[in-house]
Nanobody, 122 residues
Framework: VQLQASGGGSVQAGGSLRLSCAAS????????MGWFRQAPGNEREFVAA???????YYTDSVKGRFTISRDNAKNTVYLQMNSLKPDDTGVYYC?????????????????WGQGTLVTVSS
């Protein structure tokens, strides 16, 4: 599976961005797709995920502001980000075949997109 992320950019606080992640190589409809982000000096952290049945999961800090969705026909997952804050700044990575262990999300097959930079200024 190859993942191609796009849609990052620079916005002011309160603005919106939409990230896209196109998957190729196999049908991705059966796996959990998601987004992680990594701010400078920080570890990569889970942001959101969506299952084949359209169940969605979010880290607390983005609930009510971010929406994850997927289009299985297009092999694409999206992350709509509204009311952006400076703390949302970072490189956003899409990932496939995620597994949840308790409250922690893992990427056991290490399938990552190339990352797209989101910068939110105050």
């Amino acid at each position: 599976v190859q993942l191609q992320a796009s849609g990052g950019g620079s916005v002011q606080a309160g603005g919106s961005l939409r990230l896209s992640c196109a998957a190729s190589g196999r049908a991705f409809s059966s796996g959990i797709m998601g987004w992680f982000r990594q701010a400078p000096g920080n570890e990569r952290e889970f942001v959101a995920a969506t299952s084949w049945s359209d169940s969605t999961y979010y880290t607390d800090s983005v609930k009510g502001r971010f929406t994850i969705s997927r289009d299985n026909a297009k092999n694409t997952v999206y992350l709509q980000m509204n009311s952006l804050k400076p703390d949302d700044t970072g490189v956003y990575y899409c990932a496939s075949d995620l597994v949840r262990r308790g409250t922690r999300w893992n990427n056991p097959l290490n399938r990552w997109g190339q990352g797209t930079l989101v910068t939110v200024s105050s």
